[in-house]
């Protein structure tokens, strides 16, 4: 699959199907709830900047952990990687155009606002 923000400065490539996805999440934490994204998983190695990765920004808040990429032309959140799966990719599955997300049945819910590592033990 490939992978484009909304202005073509940044594309990625993915080395598997929609089928053949980890997992595919919305979640609940803070920037989630604001970015709204339906959010496909792949392991870091099957997910590859081809163009652009100079226009990525990183974001990183709270633990600063996970980073979190945005295009810096159009504002498009490309990807990220979860500090709860540094072994992961999550990507924007509204970059990928092949990818009908409001088609997608199988879409797990992750209750990020209570993430597991931010509780008290």
Request: charged share 25%.
């Amino acid at each position: 699959m490939k992978l484009n923000c909304h202005c073509g400065a940044v594309e990625a490539e993915i080395n598997a199907t929609v089928n053949e996805l980890a997992k595919i999440v919305r979640c609940n934490c803070s920037i989630c709830k604001r970015k709204n994204a339906t959010m496909g998983m792949v392991k870091n190695e099957d997910f590859k900047v081809t163009k652009g990765q100079d226009k990525l920004k990183i974001y990183q808040y709270h633990t600063k952990v996970a980073n979190h990429y945005f295009c810096t032309e159009c504002g498009i959140y490309t990807h990220h990687n979860p500090r709860s799966a540094p072994a992961m990719t999550g990507f924007n599955l509204g970059c990928v155009d092949e990818v009908k997300v409001e088609d997608l049945k199988e879409v797990a819910f992750f209750d990020g606002l209570n993430h597991p590592m931010d509780q008290e033990k």
